[in-house]
């Protein structure tokens, strides 16, 4: 099991594995949330409602290295904007 599984209850009703998820076992998985949108994931509401699209290995990682580059450029963004204030 791992963050972003969607397993399938005995009631019919999906459930997405997030930060507290088990080790192994559990019910029929179906599908998975590619690491990209965890933190989409992690904001929604107990309720909200979304939609599945299917992907491949190769755009889920192209998803994530545009991801990893957009919060590096964040990081050295806001180290520029932290020197200014310091030296100013």
Do not use: W
Not at 9 to 35: E, F
């Amino acid at each position: 099991m791992s963050f972003g599984t969607v397993q399938l209850l005995p009631d019919g009703q999906l459930i997405v594995l997030m930060a507290d998820h088990q080790t192994t076992g559990g019910y029929p998985r179906l599908a998975h949330v590619i690491s990209v949108h965890h933190s989409r994931l992690g904001q929604m509401k107990p309720g909200d409602q979304f939609c599945f699209r299917f992907t491949d290995q190769l755009t889920a990682e192209e998803l994530y290295i545009k991801q990893q580059q957009h919060l590096l450029q964040l990081q050295n963004a806001c180290k520029f904007k932290l020197e200014q204030l310091l030296d100013g």
